[in-house]
């Protein structure tokens, strides 16, 4: 749900003077992601059932000892589910924004280094996509090249690109014009080695916030395209689609979709706050 | 007042309890002490006396595409249509033909010719007079390709024409005896609307289409409600009814709301008196709160199944289709998903519809040991790396075409069946599609398991959904009724011998033997029989579901507010 | 000599306030046609026939001149330029086609589904700026606990999903406390809950944005003035500071109404409301062509006319961006 601007956000953060001092909430957000990212590659360390086994006659119990979090409408453990969930959830986040990037950068260098005549054009392109709200332009990809795994990770990253796009080309512009910049190209270096090695890491570098945030935004985005019913199809055990199949049993049974949306919330925040105490280090590292 | 049909079975019920909600009802108990807000704690009066007058607001699930039945045909379209109009005949409790809009019929003796001799004291409430001229406008529009009918057409295959003798004796002609013809006749898809309204176009036909009967169409908002109002001249209610004369309700709200645990929650704050499609996961709440009532009917027709393609393999071995059918464990989802709110279908038909045999009703039990006996004598020995059962290198896979627009209920009996059946070494592929795809999959004979149901008030759906004449695509689009594709003589010619006679014991004798050949012949797994689930907010009385296809009949219907 | 020219600076502004949004427009116009060729072209990529799609899908029983007719009304037998071309004739006279799915005009599908969808997103949009305004200038600057907490409660409130958010407050609110009713499209009672999951995200992340573009605008010297006048330290927030911090946030509101709408398509669904999101989400799973470009298109055109009014505001807002140009 965020295309975070990047001329809004990062002005308008302020250096901490007191960056020494470990604070609670980026550690928490920093213990969790490490969390998530080990439950992505080891599931079976936390997560103890299968969560594709069915076992009709557990359906339907709520939390407790046995099922932390409870037992879905076939029976399946829903933590275990989840657990298995962060491996889809995760890569398919960080493959959207991946791709939203590598377009971002694509078009961004376009711009920015291309030519005025060519910098309208890319300019024009985002307008006209940045002219669709984001799901609905995804909405429209998935209509066309149907839905699951594949066709979510491309609608999201098209969701996401265009703002990423502007960003990239905001930063080559203004980095282009550095002096180590004019100095590699008085030296006679190529021009890929340049764009390479100097601009781009450079011009990227702030961008590696936006992108820590950016991911949690993915996940967002292709749960929502999940409970639509158009991503990763039932039964796999993505946080969306247990969002969407848990919706109908809301009033008996809350916890089928009460902790995948947790999941979703506090990944989110994580990824935000991670982010933010980021961008605060590096702030504090350039100034 | 709990009204029960004959044909519902008594369910075990589940002991443990479902409500689980303790935050949710730790916050309303904190709530009405604090403010008392939430309930209305009056309680309404019931009067058994009808009272005239007021609105009534129903809930269903789906809204139609057009509010004519005679277009297309699903289920939404022939709810609304009950309402508005009248059919010519009607059919009651015991399956009996009675009296309608048709006084009395004659039936000639080769089966080919149908007399109906009609009332003289009907008007549509566009002011055009109900007369023969009209019921021929009627036959005739349904029997239209331009009109696209589906359901109303395809009943009607065997129609030729109408001769109007006089203004009250119209005269069918069929090409083909048809004792199923007074059956359909009774369904509300072929309700007889005004020939003046018929002559528009389609689509303003489809907008707001103009009937005889207790209400009448006022407006269509769209993605929200239809609105319906009285029929003051309404005077030829069918013997089925509870009453004569006009409607009590002054007006009806017919609304659409699709999500289910939004629908009963409406029910349950009286903000709708009555709601259709009764979410299984709610039958046990509504049991227990005193201010609602619950109106259960199966419905007749061909249950809710898995029809397997038998053209293709793995199921063109009748062996391989019962192993499958037997590795199903569909009572175990049926306890699950739906609660123990549905009973387990056995048989081709439901066990509402007329000329129902109860003899095949276990022949789909779930037995894993015979599953794997038949398999491995249909020679699917080998077993993969993963477990399932291979042939000459070629393992068991089974393809599920679905529609998208299936609820998740639905999908997750399916994959329940996907677990217990790959047990037994199948591997099912659940394949969501939409609704066009799915089509073209079908046209195309390109699928193992096509879900699907047919309501309908005779036994003759399974001539329908097995005849020979229905493998053909019916029109250049490739949809076929006959999705097992099961083409036998011996089968189509006791359908035809059941059509050709009107004596209800050979009926019966006949599709018994129907029902055998479908049950031995493993042609569908089939799940639970399609019902009608009302729940009845406690203004409201007198609201039944009418004999003929368990479809909601407000006309009887009262409310106190 | 030369004649001493006074400029009227009120009209100097106006005028250049009215030739940007000239420009914007003609602008807005030039994108509206690209996505309507986009989305034409993309959406013929479609699997499937569209035929059967019209003809009733599933059940439909369709006979070979049923097809025909059909093909011949919707004019699919002609080659890919020329149904572009006719559907840009028809375009440009308001004529969007007919809906497969609903065999009703798009437009009149479009009149019918606005309203509700406008007045959700408008609701959240305003509910979200109360939020914002309410919490940022009560508690910005107002030191390091108070403003934690606060900075902690809008990124908890911009993490939301609003999907989970509406259920949450569905299962609360209208099935558990019964304050409000749980479906429906008419009456205020039924815009509340929709609006509310809708409003928290974003006045979660404008929050954000705003109360940190006001902390530094207190601490400019203007502030200090005006403080040092004797003015009252709410009249200071919010006549003063407001007009310069909330700028970030109008900007934001821009790609808020984006958002929003895309909000609107899921919440529809969880609320059963009547509205364009819905339709376009059951526009796409029907592959009913012209409905989801007409909702497309429609979309588009708000979205844009959205951003150039907020662009106009901001300039009105901002006294410092008078001299400057796109």
């Given at each position: 749900?965020?295309?975070?601007?990047?001329?809004?956000?990062?002005?308008?953060?302020?250096?901490?003077?007191?960056?020494?001092?470990?604070?609670?909430?980026?550690?928490?957000?920093?213990?969790?992601?490490?969390?998530?990212?080990?439950?992505?590659?080891?599931?079976?360390?936390?997560?103890?059932?299968?969560?594709?086994?069915?076992?009709?006659?557990?359906?339907?119990?709520?939390?407790?000892?046995?099922?932390?979090?409870?037992?879905?409408?076939?029976?399946?453990?829903?933590?275990?589910?989840?657990?298995?969930?962060?491996?889809?959830?995760?890569?398919?986040?960080?493959?959207?924004?991946?791709?939203?990037?590598?377009?971002?950068?694509?078009?961004?260098?376009?711009?920015?280094?291309?030519?005025?005549?060519?910098?309208?054009?890319?300019?024009?392109?985002?307008?006209?996509?940045?002219?669709?709200?984001?799901?609905?332009?995804?909405?429209?990809?998935?209509?066309?090249?149907?839905?699951?795994?594949?066709?979510?990770?491309?609608?999201?990253?098209?969701?996401?690109?265009?703002?990423?796009?502007?960003?990239?080309?905001?930063?080559?512009?203004?980095?282009?014009?550095?002096?180590?910049?004019?100095?590699?190209?008085?030296?006679?270096?190529?021009?890929?080695?340049?764009?390479?090695?100097?601009?781009?890491?450079?011009?990227?570098?702030?961008?590696?916030?936006?992108?820590?945030?950016?991911?949690?935004?993915?996940?967002?985005?292709?749960?929502?395209?999940?409970?639509?019913?158009?991503?990763?199809?039932?039964?796999?055990?993505?946080?969306?689609?247990?969002?969407?199949?848990?919706?109908?049993?809301?009033?008996?049974?809350?916890?089928?979709?009460?902790?995948?949306?947790?999941?979703?919330?506090?990944?989110?925040?994580?990824?935000?706050?991670?982010?933010?105490?980021?961008?605060?280090?590096?702030?504090?590292?350039?100034? | 007042?709990?009204?029960?049909?004959?044909?519902?079975?008594?369910?075990?019920?589940?002991?443990?309890?479902?409500?689980?909600?303790?935050?949710?009802?730790?916050?309303?108990?904190?709530?009405?002490?604090?403010?008392?807000?939430?309930?209305?704690?009056?309680?309404?009066?019931?009067?058994?006396?009808?009272?005239?007058?007021?609105?009534?607001?129903?809930?269903?699930?789906?809204?139609?595409?057009?509010?004519?039945?005679?277009?297309?045909?699903?289920?939404?379209?022939?709810?609304?249509?009950?309402?508005?109009?009248?059919?010519?005949?009607?059919?009651?409790?015991?399956?009996?033909?009675?009296?309608?809009?048709?006084?009395?019929?004659?039936?000639?003796?080769?089966?080919?010719?149908?007399?109906?001799?009609?009332?003289?004291?009907?008007?549509?409430?566009?002011?055009?007079?109900?007369?023969?001229?009209?019921?021929?406008?009627?036959?005739?529009?349904?029997?239209?390709?331009?009109?696209?009918?589906?359901?109303?057409?395809?009943?009607?295959?065997?129609?030729?024409?109408?001769?109007?003798?006089?203004?009250?004796?119209?005269?069918?002609?069929?090409?083909?005896?048809?004792?199923?013809?007074?059956?359909?006749?009774?369904?509300?898809?072929?309700?007889?609307?005004?020939?003046?309204?018929l002559l528009r176009s389609r689509d303003q036909n489809c907008e707001s289409p103009v009937g005889s009967g207790p209400f009448k169409i006022v407006k269509w908002d769209r993605q929200s409600q239809v609105e319906l109002v009285r029929n003051p001249d309404y005077n030829w209610a069918p013997p089925t009814a509870r009453h004569?004369?006009?409607?009590?309700?002054?007006?009806?709200?017919?609304?659409?709301?699709?999500?289910?645990?939004?629908?009963?929650?409406?029910?349950?704050?009286?903000?709708?008196?009555?709601?259709?499609?009764?979410?299984?996961?709610?039958?046990?709440?509504?049991?227990?709160?005193?201010?609602?009532?619950?109106?259960?009917?199966?419905?007749?027709?061909?249950?809710?199944?898995?029809?397997?393609?038998?053209?293709?393999?793995?199921?063109?071995?009748?062996?391989?289709?019962?192993?499958?059918?037997?590795?199903?464990?569909?009572?175990?989802?049926?306890?699950?998903?739906?609660?123990?709110?549905?009973?387990?279908?056995?048989?081709?038909?439901?066990?509402?519809?007329?000329?129902?045999?109860?003899?095949?009703?276990?022949?789909?039990?779930?037995?894993?040991?015979?599953?794997?006996?038949?398999?491995?004598?249909?020679?699917?020995?080998?077993?993969?790396?993963?477990?399932?059962?291979?042939?000459?290198?070629?393992?068991?896979?089974?393809?599920?075409?679905?529609?998208?627009?299936?609820?998740?209920?639905?999908?997750?009996?399916?994959?329940?069946?996907?677990?217990?059946?790959?047990?037994?070494?199948?591997?099912?592929?659940?394949?969501?599609m939409s609704d066009v795809l799915a089509t073209q999959r079908q046209a195309d004979w390109d699928y193992d398991i096509r879900v699907g149901y047919w309501n309908t008030n005779t036994a003759d759906v399974l001539r329908i959904v097995f005849g020979s004449e229905f493998v053909q695509p019916a029109g250049v689009g490739g949809?076929?009724?006959?999705?097992?594709?099961?083409?036998?003589p011996q089968f189509d010619a006791i359908n035809q011998q059941a059509l050709a006679t009107q004596d209800p014991e050979q009926r019966r004798a006949l599709y018994y033997k129907t029902q055998q050949i479908a049950s031995q012949q493993y042609l569908q797994l089939t799940t639970y029989p399609q019902s009608s689930r009302l729940?009845?907010?406690?203004?409201?009385?007198?609201?039944?579901?009418?004999?003929?296809?368990?479809?909601?009949?407000?006309?009887?219907?009262?409310?106190?507010? | 000599?030369?004649?001493?020219?006074?400029?009227?600076?009120?009209?100097?502004?106006?005028?250049?306030?009215?030739?940007?949004?000239?420009?914007?427009?003609?602008?807005?116009?030039?994108?509206?046609?690209?996505?309507?060729?986009?989305?034409?072209?993309?959406?013929?990529?479609?699997?499937?026939?569209?035929?059967?799609?019209?003809?009733?899908?599933?059940?439909?029983?369709?006979?070979?001149?049923?097809?025909?007719?059909?093909?011949?009304?919707?004019?699919?037998?002609?080659?890919?330029?020329?149904?572009?071309?006719?559907?840009?004739?028809?375009?440009?006279?308001?004529?969007?086609?007919?809906?497969?799915?609903?065999?009703?005009?798009?437009?009149?599908?479009?009149?019918?589904?606005?309203?509700?969808?406008?007045?959700?997103?408008?609701?959240?949009?305003?509910?979200?700026?109360?939020?914002?305004?309410?919490?940022?200038?009560?508690?910005?600057?107002?030191?390091?606990?108070?403003?934690?907490?606060?900075?902690?409660?809008?990124?908890?409130?911009?993490?939301?999903?609003?999907?989970?958010?509406?259920?949450?407050?569905?299962?609360?609110?209208?099935?558990?406390?019964?304050?409000?009713?749980?479906?429906?499209?008419?009456?205020?009672?039924?815009?509340?809950?929709?609006?509310?999951?809708?409003?928290?995200?974003?006045?979660?992340?404008?929050?954000?944005?705003?109360?940190?573009?006001?902390?530094?605008?207190?601490?400019?010297?203007?502030?200090?003035?005006?403080?040092?006048?004797?003015?009252?330290?709410?009249?200071?927030?919010?006549?003063?500071?407001?007009?310069?911090?909330?700028?970030?946030?109008?900007?934001?509101?821009?790609?808020?109404?984006?958002?929003?709408?895309?909000?609107?398509?899921?919440?529809?669904?969880?609320?059963?409301?009547?509205?364009?999101?819905?339709?376009?989400?059951?526009?796409?799973?029907?592959?009913?062509?012209?409905?989801?470009?007409?909702?497309?298109?429609?979309?588009?055109?708000?979205?844009?006319?959205?951003?150039?009014?907020?662009?106009?505001?901001?300039?009105?807002?901002?006294?410092?961006?008078?001299?400057?140009?796109?």
């Amino acid at each position: 749900m965020s295309e975070l601007t990047f001329d809004t956000v990062l002005p308008a953060v302020r250096v901490q003077r007191t960056a020494s001092r470990v604070r609670p909430g980026p550690l928490l957000a920093v213990t969790f992601l490490a969390f998530l990212i080990i439950a992505a590659l080891v599931p079976q360390l936390f997560a103890h059932s299968d969560p594709l086994a069915i076992v009709p006659h557990d359906a339907f119990h709520p939390p407790g000892w046995a099922h932390w979090f409870g037992t879905d409408q076939s029976g399946r453990d829903i933590f275990s589910r989840v657990i298995y969930g962060t491996r889809q959830s995760l890569f398919i986040g960080l493959a959207a924004t991946a791709l939203a990037m590598g377009i971002a950068i694509v078009l961004g260098l376009l711009g920015g280094l291309g030519g005025a005549y060519l910098d309208r054009g890319v300019g024009w392109l985002l307008e006209i996509l940045f002219a669709f709200p984001s799901l609905v332009l995804a909405l429209l990809f998935v209509a066309i090249f149907g839905s699951g795994v594949g066709p979510l990770i491309v609608a999201t990253g098209l969701g996401g690109a265009p703002g990423y796009a502007r960003m990239v080309r905001g930063q080559v512009l203004a980095v282009r014009n550095a002096g180590y910049i004019e100095a590699a190209v008085a030296l006679g270096h190529p021009t890929r080695r340049i764009i390479l090695r100097q601009l781009l890491p450079n011009a990227m570098r702030p961008l590696i916030v936006t992108l820590t945030m950016g991911v949690g935004q993915a996940i967002v985005w292709a749960s929502a395209l999940s409970f639509l019913g158009l991503g990763a199809p039932p039964p796999a055990p993505e946080w969306g689609t247990m969002l969407s199949m848990g919706r109908d049993f809301v009033a008996n049974a809350w916890w089928l979709t009460f902790f995948p949306g947790l999941f979703i919330v506090l990944t989110t925040l994580s990824t935000t706050v991670a982010g933010r105490y980021l961008q605060q280090r590096l702030e504090g590292r350039l100034s | 007042m709990l009204e029960l049909s004959p044909h519902l079975r008594s369910q075990g019920r589940r002991s443990r309890s479902l409500l689980k909600s303790t935050p949710l009802i730790g916050l309303a108990a904190l709530c009405s002490l604090l403010i008392g807000c939430g309930q209305d704690a009056s309680t309404v009066a019931r009067s058994d006396k009808p009272v005239s007058g007021g609105t009534l607001v129903y809930a269903t699930d789906r809204e139609p595409t057009c509010l004519d039945p005679h277009v297309s045909g699903d289920m939404p379209q022939v709810f609304i249509g009950q309402q508005y109009l009248d059919s010519l005949v009607s059919m009651d409790e015991q399956g009996q033909i009675g009296p309608w809009l048709a006084k009395s019929w004659e039936v000639s003796a080769d089966g080919l010719v149908y007399t109906f001799h009609l009332r003289n004291d009907v008007h549509f409430t566009d002011g055009t007079p109900f007369n023969a001229a009209a019921v021929k406008a009627n036959l005739d529009h349904m029997a239209n390709p331009k009109t696209q009918s589906s359901t109303a057409g395809g009943y009607i295959r065997q129609y030729r024409s109408t001769e109007v003798l006089d203004d009250y004796t119209a005269v069918v002609h069929l090409a083909t005896p048809y004792a199923a013809f007074l059956e359909v006749l009774a369904q509300g898809f072929l309700g007889i609307e005004s020939p003046t309204a018929l002559l528009r176009s389609r689509d303003q036909n489809c907008e707001s289409p103009v009937g005889s009967g207790p209400f009448k169409i006022v407006k269509w908002d769209r993605q929200s409600q239809v609105e319906l109002v009285r029929n003051p001249d309404y005077n030829w209610a069918p013997p089925t009814a509870r009453h004569q004369g006009p409607a009590w309700l002054e007006r009806i709200v017919w609304k659409f709301i699709q999500e289910p645990s939004v629908r009963f929650a409406s029910l349950q704050a009286g903000e709708v008196d009555v709601i259709e499609a009764l979410p299984p996961e709610s039958h046990e709440a509504a049991r227990r709160n005193p201010d609602l009532t619950m109106l259960v009917a199966l419905r007749p027709g061909n249950p809710t199944n898995g029809t397997l393609n038998i053209t293709r393999a793995p199921f063109d071995n009748v062996n391989v289709r019962e192993a499958f059918v037997r590795s199903a464990d569909v009572e175990g989802a049926l306890k699950s998903v739906y609660f123990n709110e549905f009973p387990r279908a056995g048989g081709a038909l439901s066990s509402a519809t007329r000329f129902y045999s109860p003899d095949f009703e276990h022949a789909q039990d779930y037995d894993q040991g015979r599953a794997a006996q038949l398999l491995d004598e249909s020679g699917w020995t080998g077993r993969d790396a993963e477990g399932y059962r291979t042939r000459d290198g070629k393992r068991l896979q089974v393809h599920v075409v679905i529609g998208n627009r299936t609820p998740p209920s639905e999908l997750t009996l399916w994959e329940q069946v996907q677990a217990t059946t790959r047990k037994a070494g199948f591997e099912l592929l659940i394949e969501q599609m939409s609704d066009v795809l799915a089509t073209q999959r079908q046209a195309d004979w390109d699928y193992d398991i096509r879900v699907g149901y047919w309501n309908t008030n005779t036994a003759d759906v399974l001539r329908i959904v097995f005849g020979s004449e229905f493998v053909q695509p019916a029109g250049v689009g490739g949809y076929h009724q006959n999705t097992a594709g099961f083409a036998s003589p011996q089968f189509d010619a006791i359908n035809q011998q059941a059509l050709a006679t009107q004596d209800p014991e050979q009926r019966r004798a006949l599709y018994y033997k129907t029902q055998q050949i479908a049950s031995q012949q493993y042609l569908q797994l089939t799940t639970y029989p399609q019902s009608s689930r009302l729940g009845i907010y406690k203004t409201t009385q007198g609201v039944r579901l009418e004999p003929s296809l368990a479809v909601t009949y407000l006309y009887d219907a009262w409310v106190n507010k | 000599m030369s004649a001493i020219t006074y400029s009227n600076p009120r009209h100097e502004r106006l005028t250049r306030l009215a030739r940007r949004a000239a420009w914007r427009l003609a602008g807005g116009v030039l994108v509206l046609w690209a996505v309507a060729t986009l989305t034409f072209f993309a959406l013929h990529l479609m699997p499937g026939d569209p035929v059967l799609a019209i003809l009733g899908g599933a059940s439909g029983n369709p006979t070979a001149e049923t097809i025909a007719e059909a093909t011949r009304e919707f004019g699919l037998d002609k080659p890919l330029a020329v149904q572009y071309a006719l559907y840009l004739g028809r375009l440009l006279q308001g004529d969007l086609g007919m809906s497969y799915s609903q065999h009703l005009p798009v437009t009149r599908v479009l009149a019918e589904q606005s309203w509700a969808t406008l007045q959700l997103t408008f609701s959240a949009l305003a509910l979200a700026w109360l939020l914002v305004l309410a919490l940022t200038v009560l508690t910005a600057g107002r030191g390091r606990w108070v403003s934690s907490l606060a900075s902690l409660a809008e990124t908890l409130a911009a993490a939301l999903p609003h999907f989970w958010l509406g259920i949450l407050l569905l299962a609360v609110f209208a099935f558990g406390l019964r304050w409000f009713p749980p479906a429906g499209s008419d009456g205020w009672r039924t815009l509340v809950l929709p609006a509310v999951a809708l409003a928290i995200p974003l006045a979660g992340f404008i929050a954000q944005v705003t109360r940190e573009s006001l902390e530094l605008t207190l601490e400019q010297p203007f502030v200090l003035t005006a403080r040092t006048r004797g003015l009252s330290d709410t009249a200071v927030r919010f006549k003063h500071a407001l007009r310069h911090a909330v700028l970030p946030g109008i900007s934001l509101s821009g790609w808020a109404i984006g958002a929003l709408i895309s909000g609107a398509v899921v919440i529809e669904v969880i609320f059963s409301r009547k509205g364009l999101g819905r339709q376009l989400y059951q526009a796409v799973q029907a592959q009913d062509l012209p409905l989801t470009i007409g909702i497309s298109l429609a979309v588009a055109a708000v979205y844009v006319l959205a951003n150039i009014v907020i662009d106009l505001l901001y300039l009105w807002i901002d006294p410092r961006q008078q001299g400057k140009t796109a």
